[in-house]
């Protein structure tokens, strides 16, 4: 039994995170980071956000701010189009928040930063709870860690007419604090909902390691009587219909082939795939808009005592979006076809230059290397002493999987080797699509003169410096 503990224990503490930045965005913007936080309350303005960032950039920030009840998740990123700026002061943009009501708790989600706070009434002189903003000042927010609760069990029932959940299961520790329960519907399905159970403890504090069984009940506004709602909850995702619910799988359908078209004032968005029919599956197509990109999710479900594996057939379908790029899938589009993955090539104060950063996912698990093709590189010569070079490569990722591009450096006599690779799981199915790629790498290494030669994954250059 003690065995099977220590085993639950470290599955606990493999399971992800909950992602505040949603992944498929992530793949064609390039998320800020959030250092800093402070919460800026005025009577005459209402509440905003301001926070150290970077990269430093030019341009307005796209920004999505999303408030459901007492969970304010909040994404900021870079523009595809963005330059660097230089600025002599800490770069701080300012994120406006909606209209909030006082006299509540509020947990806060901006991109990889999670914190709480108690939001006054502009009328109070005093308050005793945790964490209270403060009025016509700036508050700084502490960073929290979220640490989520392994669910094993959940027992659906009637509750006056609306759904009633009751959630068993276990959390990772013995530390004693709030627990939330967000019940948060997806952007894109409208007929998904995420049941979501976790705790908040202040970065740094520790706790001990121990498995603690917890039992939670939470009635959803969903009511009994709805059709075709999914609920994903832990690692298994929910069909309900009235009280019965059954586990079922949630299959992507593989994109082949995207074209875009102008349509007056829209975009048609002819989306060429694959599907298994034979299943009973026929594709689930869900569209969302936001201010600077849409979102296409093509899949469809099939119940988990299902074993039917069928040949894949092609689908053709044609979407309106008014906004481009559009996101299907997890990949990016425009009217000139795939979108590369966001680069972090800024230059300025305080950003990355695309080095092996604590930003990039580390590989772990089942994974294999995948080496991006290099097709050019290009050596610059920085007006520093030593001297420092910096690269311009350029070439492709040979398939079509959105995974963080990880960078490697290293240095022997008049040899620089720069590796630049993917941890891609090896039972991942890649959509067979060249995907380009273009970066700027300063390396670390700096020269006094001489030849240096330069390997960039399998591309020989060199140069001679004075």
Same mark, same amino acid.
């Given at each position: 039994?003690k065995?099977l503990?220590?085993?639950?224990?470290?599955?606990?503490?493999?399971? #992800?995170?909950?992602?505040?930045?949603?992944?498929?965005?992530?793949?064609?913007?390039l998320?800020?980071?959030?250092?800093?936080?402070?919460?800026r309350?005025?009577?005459?303005?209402?509440?905003?956000?301001?926070?150290?960032?970077?990269?430093?950039?030019?341009?307005?920030?796209?920004?999505?701010?999303?408030?459901?009840?007492t969970?304010?998740?909040?994404?900021?990123?870079?523009?595809?189009?963005?330059?660097?700026?230089?600025?002599?002061?800490?770069?701080?943009?300012i994120?406006?928040?909606?209209?909030?009501?006082?006299?509540?708790?509020?947990?806060?989600?901006?991109?990889?930063?999670?914190?709480?706070?108690?939001?006054?009434?502009?009328?109070?002189?005093?308050?005793?709870?945790?964490?209270?903003?403060?009025?016509?000042?700036?508050?700084?927010?502490?960073?929290?860690?979220?640490?989520?609760?392994f669910?094993?069990?959940?027992?659906?029932?009637?509750?006056?007419?609306?759904?009633?959940?009751?959630?068993?299961?276990?959390?990772?520790?013995?530390?004693?604090t709030?627990?939330?329960?967000?019940?948060r519907?997806?952007?894109?399905?409208?007929?998904?909902?995420?049941?979501?159970v976790?705790?908040?403890?202040?970065?740094?504090?520790?706790?001990?390691?121990?498995?603690?069984?917890?039992?939670?009940?939470i009635?959803?506004?969903?009511?009994?009587?709805?059709?075709?709602?999914?609920?994903?909850?832990?690692?298994?995702?929910?069909?309900?219909?009235?009280?019965?619910?059954?586990?079922?799988?949630?299959?992507?359908?593989?994109?082949?082939?995207?074209?875009?078209?102008?349509?007056?004032?829209?975009?048609?968005?002819?989306?060429?795939?694959?599907?298994?029919?034979?299943?009973?599956?026929? #594709?689930?197509?869900?569209?969302?808009?936001?201010?600077?990109?849409?979102?296409?999710?093509?899949l469809?479900?099939?119940?988990?005592a299902?074993?039917?594996?069928?040949?894949?057939?092609?689908?053709?379908t044609?979407?309106?979006?008014?906004?481009?790029?559009?996101?299907?899938?997890?990949?990016?589009?425009?009217?000139?076809?795939?979108?590369?993955?966001?680069?972090?090539?800024?230059?300025?104060?305080?950003?990355?230059?695309?080095?092996?950063?604590?930003?990039?996912?580390?590989?772990?698990?089942?994974?294999?290397?995948?080496?991006?093709?290099?097709?050019?590189?290009?050596?610059?010569?920085?007006?520093?002493?030593?001297?420092?070079?910096?690269?311009?490569?350029?070439?492709?990722? #040979?398939?079509?999987?959105?995974?963080?591009?990880?960078?490697?450096?290293?240095a022997?006599?008049?040899?620089?080797?720069?590796?630049?690779?993917?941890?891609?799981?090896?039972?991942?199915?890649?959509?067979?699509?060249?995907?380009?790629?273009?970066?700027?790498?300063?390396?670390?290494?700096?020269?006094?003169?001489?030849?240096?030669?330069?390997?960039?994954?399998?591309?020989?250059?060199?140069?001679?410096?004075?």
């Amino acid at each position: 039994m003690k065995r099977l503990y220590m085993l639950l224990l470290l599955f606990l503490f493999l399971l #992800p995170v909950s992602a505040q930045i949603s992944e498929t965005t992530q793949g064609v913007f390039l998320p800020l980071d959030v250092d800093t936080l402070r919460l800026r309350l005025s009577e005459e303005n209402g509440a905003a956000l301001i926070f150290n960032a970077a990269p430093t950039v030019c341009q307005d920030l796209l920004v999505d701010v999303r408030v459901d009840e007492t969970f304010i998740d909040v994404d900021a990123y870079v523009p595809r189009d963005a330059s660097p700026c230089t600025t002599d002061e800490p770069y701080e943009p300012i994120i406006n928040l909606p209209d909030l009501a006082t006299d509540q708790t509020y947990i806060l989600l901006l991109n990889d930063v999670a914190t709480r706070f108690y939001l006054p009434n502009p009328d109070s002189s005093t308050s005793d709870m945790p964490f209270t903003a403060a009025w016509n000042a700036d508050t700084p927010l502490i960073n929290f860690t979220i640490i989520e609760s392994f669910i094993n069990t959940v027992l659906f029932a009637d509750d006056d007419g609306n759904l009633s959940l009751r959630l068993s299961g276990f959390h990772p520790d013995t530390c004693e604090t709030d627990i939330f329960t967000w019940v948060r519907p997806s952007r894109v399905q409208a007929n998904l909902y995420h049941i979501e159970v976790y705790r908040l403890l202040p970065q740094g504090v520790t706790c001990n390691d121990s498995l603690n069984a917890f039992q939670q009940t939470i009635t959803t506004e969903l009511p009994i009587n709805v059709e075709d709602v999914f609920l994903s909850i832990g690692e298994e995702t929910y069909y309900v219909d009235n009280l019965s619910a059954e586990i079922v799988i949630q299959n992507p359908i593989s994109t082949e082939e995207v074209t875009i078209t102008e349509n007056g004032d829209a975009f048609s968005v002819n989306i060429l795939s694959n599907i298994r029919p034979d299943c009973g599956l026929e #594709p689930d197509i869900h569209v969302y808009e936001d201010d600077f990109f849409s979102e296409i999710s093509i899949l469809s479900y099939q119940p988990q005592a299902s074993d039917c594996s069928p040949e894949p057939r092609r689908h053709e379908t044609t979407v309106t979006v008014q906004t481009l790029p559009v996101i299907i899938n997890g990949l990016g589009y425009d009217e000139n076809g795939i979108l590369p993955p966001p680069s972090r090539n800024f230059t300025a104060a305080g950003a990355d230059n695309n080095n092996n950063s604590d930003n990039e996912t580390p590989s772990e698990g089942n994974n294999m290397r995948v080496e991006t093709v290099i097709e050019n590189v290009e050596v610059a010569v920085l007006e520093s002493f030593p001297m420092q070079l910096q690269l311009t490569v350029s070439g492709y990722q #040979p398939d079509g999987c959105e995974v963080p591009v990880q960078t490697e450096q290293n240095a022997e006599g008049d040899t620089v080797t720069v590796t630049i690779y993917r941890e891609i799981p090896v039972d991942t199915m890649c959509p067979a699509i060249l995907n380009p790629y273009e970066a700027t790498i300063t390396l670390d290494e700096t020269f006094t003169g001489g030849t240096v030669n330069i390997q960039v994954n399998d591309f020989s250059t060199s140069v001679t410096l004075d």
